[in-house]
């Protein structure tokens, strides 16, 4: 049990990390939760934790690393009880799934078209050309696997998409 002037002295230093640190707190918060409501309920669960871990006893050496380090356990036990949703519970609260894939058909028909055009491609530009688009390396791994700087290797790919592109639209 504490005393009378413990827990006073208690209230005056969770009182004044209230104030300097609530605002840095629920910003960190609503940005991992991405909602004003949550985010506020997870800070005053972290200032209620803290206050019962100053009741039992806790000794507490940095007040602001230790209400971030609350702050982050709360929005993981968040993430983890979050629960999905089965299509069919969704369907019946009214959400109705659309079939976007028929207006997408055109653009992936044009990307296998333009992946053939990449193969009359100059060898140069080719084997850049299918690292980047094919298997979607980046300019760094392109770099470390052909020994050319990531410079030299934006310069290919423009121009071999400016080639491509002569190709493509060719009569």
């Known amino acids: 049990m504490t005393s009378q ?3 006073t002295q208690m209230q005056k230093v969770l009182t004044k990390a ?8 629920n910003a960190r ?16 669960n972290t200032f209620l934790k803290t206050w019962s871990f100053l009741v039992r006893g806790g000794k507490i050496e940095v007040m602001k690393a230790f209400l971030y380090h609350v702050l982050n356990g709360l929005i993981i036990d968040g993430y983890r009880k979050r629960t999905t949703s089965s299509l069919d519970a969704l369907i019946e609260k009214g959400y109705e799934p659309t079939n976007t894939a028929p207006n997408r058909l055109p653009n992936i028909i044009d990307g296998k078209a333009a992946m053939l055009y990449i193969g009359q491609l100059p060898e140069k530009y080719h084997k850049i050309m299918r690292m980047r688009y094919s298997q979607e390396l980046s300019l760094q791994e392109i770099s470390l696997i052909t020994g050319l700087t990531k410079n030299s290797i934006s310069v290919q790919l423009h121009r071999g998409l400016v080639k491509l592109k002569l190709l493509y639209h060719r009569p």
């Open 29 to 44: 918060s609503f940005f991992k939760t991405n909602n004003h409501a949550t985010s506020e309920d997870l800070v005053q």
């Open 18 to 25: 209230h104030g300097d640190y609530a605002k840095g707190l």
């Open 5 to 7: 002037r413990q827990e």
